[in-house]
């Protein structure tokens, strides 16, 4: 494990250092740092299979990217790294590493087999602080989904639950439902 010491506005810088050195990924959420390990094929395979059913029906103007960061406006030190995130095409040629939120038509959060209810939660606030409109957040530890809708003052107003093979009921200019039929789950612990 390394060691660093963070100054107070130096959380961006720290959060890079520990990415390089130890190549983890590093989120930095409500200003505290979110160290995540390198994904499991679960979780990744997960990952690839909503990208795929994303890309073939999304609209001209729109795609889906893998590890992009959502940058928290007016916060240069707060951003997020979705798992998925559909950005506009244009994304793939920009210099930037942080996308606007405001940019953001969809992100996909697949939560880790170790992930805590806290970190949900936490996340979910920091996307609707954001004002990123749609977050999707798929369990593959107990193969449920939660969908959030209509951010509004530090808060998603909009959150649907559902499980693994109903689709997700999105709305434009997302394809109208997304399969979550035959996603992974993870193995149980115990």
Known sequence: ???ISVRPGRLRDAAEEIERSTGLRVQIIGGTLVVSPTP?????????????????????????FEVSSVAMPDNADDYATPDLVVLPTDWEDDDDWLADPHDVALAVEVISSTERAGGIAA??????????????SIDPRTGVWT????????AYRGVLHGTY???????????????TAGLPLYARKG
């Open 1 to 3: 494990m390394t060691a």
């Open 40 to 64: 499991r094929g679960k979780h990744a395979g997960t990952v690839r299979r909503l990208r795929i059913r994303l890309e073939s029906r999304l609209p001209s103007g729109l795609a889906a």
């Open 147 to 154: 969908l959030y809708t209509h951010p509004r003052d530090g």
């Open 123 to 136: 996340k979910a606030e920091w996307y609707a602080i954001a004002g990123v409109p749609v977050l999707l």
């Open 165 to 179: 093979g109903e689709p997700v009921p999105l709305g434009a200019p997302l394809p109208a439902e997304l399969d």
